[in-house]
């Protein structure tokens, strides 16, 4: 036999072998092998922000975006646990997705602290397959109300319902800007089409008040004449659970209205939708109470 066929035998055959070890290397580093040691997490965990600042006021929550992502080539179920320190309260304690591989999923979750929580730094501890991510949250101290600021600023709000992809405190978060509309900053019925709807905000404590803002949706996509609310009553709580009306606003198609009317005491203040323009949804960016 020539000298170059059996080399060529010999070749073939250590091919043969290195691609067998190659094979048996690759399944015992394979991360659900018991035998290889502690398998690495699948699932990979990150927040957005990667930080938080929060407010003791009832309707002012930190907002904290959730985000797992699976690592391995399977789909899997996975559960991502939340652990709060100190006066921290969270919407959630748990975040539980299918996971699809490679894929990010993921789920919002507020975060508050009672009025009188004492200002400080806190955490969130996250954890998820073995994966643990610590969240820094900073507790500030509230902002003084003086005279002449807005007192339904993050105060408690209600409403006779709130559509899925809207937040209900959206409305008293200070931001009264209409092309952020989509970011959560207003409030959305969930009633298509149905009136009334209701919007309260419980002030901190009884105040004498005399005029009301009310910033409906008016940006360039969506103006008001097509998309904010037409017709509302502003009613007023004091001491008892009966509603007054101090205002009527009929036939708007603007995106700001003031109301005024002579100094009442409220513990509570309501804008009753009677109609959007549009005939679809109550829609209000901001409120504000002076
Ligand atoms: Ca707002």
Not at 40 to 66: A, E, I, M, W, Y
Not at 218 to 235: C, E, F
Not at 248 to 261: A, D, I, Y
Request: glycine content about 6%; aromatic content about 6%; some cysteine.
């Amino acid at each position: 036999m020539p000298r170059t066929a059996r080399t060529l035998t010999v070749t073939v055959a250590a091919t043969v072998v290195a691609s067998t070890a190659l094979s048996m290397l690759t399944a015992t580093t394979s991360p659900a092998d018991p035998i290889a040691g502690k398998p690495k997490p699948g699932v990979q965990v990150s927040t957005d922000p990667q930080q938080l600042s929060v407010v003791g006021l009832p309707c002012f929550p930190g907002l904290l975006n959730l985000t797992m992502t699976n690592t391995q080539r399977e789909g899997l179920y996975a559960d991502l646990t939340l652990d709060p320190t100190g006066p921290l309260q969270l919407s959630r304690d748990l975040f539980s997705s299918y996971l699809p591989p490679a894929q990010p999923v993921s789920a919002p979750v507020e975060v508050r602290v009672p009025r009188d929580a004492k200002p400080g730094k806190y955490r969130i501890e996250l954890e998820a397959d073995r994966t643990k991510v610590s969240v820094p949250v900073q507790v500030d101290p509230l902002p003084p109300k003086t005279p002449g600021s807005n007192v339904a600023l993050g105060e408690q709000a209600a409403a006779s319902s709130t559509h899925g992809n809207f937040a209900l405190c959206g409305a008293v978060d200070g931001d009264s800007d209409s092309e952020h509309w989509d970011t959560l900053t207003g409030w959305n019925d969930g009633t298509r089409a149905v009136w009334p709807d209701t919007y309260d905000v419980a002030l901190a404590t009884p105040a004498t008040i005399e005029r009301v803002e009310l910033y409906t949706l008016d940006s360039v996509k969506y103006p008001a004449a097509t998309n904010g609310l037409r017709d509302w009553d502003v009613q007023v709580r004091s001491g008892n659970n009966d509603w007054r009306t101090v205002a009527e606003v009929r036939g708007n198609t603007l995106g700001h209205v003031t109301s005024t009317f002579a100094p009442t005491p409220a513990d509570a203040v309501r804008i009753l939708a009677l109609a959007g323009n549009g005939n679809t949804y109550s829609r209000i960016v901001e409120l504000e109470v002076y």
